[in-house]
């Protein structure tokens, strides 16, 4: 985690997303579910903030937003000072760059006709100028050695790995851009609770070594409390608090922040873990 007084490299301003409703002969809309609605922060560079909620509050469709996979219905989205609002998708294209995501389902992210070499890869050929092609498997590797896998297996295909080794491929793909912020969508909460936090350890380092700037979503206020720096609590497509993480945990004020709080276990063993050691190559290859 990291704490900054530069200007924001992400601000969301009073963003809001409604989803059509269609009737199911015509499919002619005819009304709108709001999603999400009134929602503002900022990023800055280097800076956790995390976004937590239950199923449904809305936490996905701010991120899918932000990264101009859903078009925003009101609102302004600006990165690095440009609003990027309603850019087109070839707008979007150098943003991208910069702002990657990783996703929840590790499996479902992942093509699996490609080899983890190809997958890493895969944005070098839309970004030409980031690795020449001769070097992108010697640079492959490297990216698989610093996310904690064997370079060696960059010829093995996703179902040859762990849940968390394939996590790791996800975010291993997703440093290859060299982005500024990476939006991390529920990241750990379809691995094992051993595997979680070697993943969080695996993220914390990488924010400490690269700067880099994380939207971290979750359900679990463990995981928010243990990795970011400010948090938002949305309820029903709405933030009901935000402000410090510490604050918020220590003395919550809304009281739907309460409930979510006093669902959170007292003892969890794995983020105790998570703070006293590493584990650098993850779980063995399946």
């Not at 709001?34 to 991120?63: C, Q, R, W």
């Not at 078009?71 to 943003?95: A, M």
């Not at 190809?118 to 070097?135: C, F, K, S």
Request: proline share 6%; aromatic share 6%.
């Amino acid at each position: 985690m990291a704490e900054t007084e530069s200007a924001p490299l992400l601000r969301v301003a009073h963003l809001k997303v409604a989803y059509p409703i269609r009737s199911s002969l015509l499919q002619r809309q005819i009304s709108a579910n709001v999603a999400v609605s009134d929602v503002t922060f900022d990023i800055n560079p280097g800076e956790t903030v995390g976004l937590v909620g239950e199923s449904g509050s809305g936490k996905s469709t701010v991120a899918r937003a932000v990264i101009g996979l859903v078009k925003p219905d009101d609102g302004v989205i600006e990165f690095e000072g440009r609003n990027i609002t309603g850019y087109s998708r070839k707008q979007l294209k150098p943003v991208r760059r910069d702002m990657q995501m990783v996703f929840q389902d590790p499996y479902a992210s992942l093509n699996p006709r490609l080899t983890v070499r190809d997958l890493i890869a895969e944005g070098w050929r839309v970004h030409r100028d980031i690795v020449p092609h001769d070097q992108w498997t010697a640079e492959v590797k490297k990216l698989m050695d610093r996310v904690g896998l064997n370079p060696d297996y960059s010829d093995r295909y996703p179902h040859q790995f762990s849940g968390g080794q394939r996590q790791r491929i996800g975010i291993a793909r997703a440093l290859a851009l060299r982005p500024k912020v990476i939006i991390c969508d529920e990241p750990v909460s379809a691995l094992d609770v051993s595997v979680q936090a070697q993943v969080l350890n695996l993220l914390d380092d990488l924010q400490e070594e690269l700067g880099l700037a994380y939207l971290f979503i979750s359900h679990d206020l463990s995981v928010i409390e243990h990795l970011c720096d400010r948090v938002l609590v949305l309820h029903h497509g709405h933030v009901v608090e935000q402000g410090n993480a510490r604050e918020i945990f220590e003395h919550p004020r809304h009281d739907y922040t309460k409930a979510l709080l006093a669902a959170v276990p007292v003892v969890r063993p794995w983020l105790e873990q998570a703070d006293e050691g590493r584990h650098p190559t993850g779980e063995p290859a399946a």
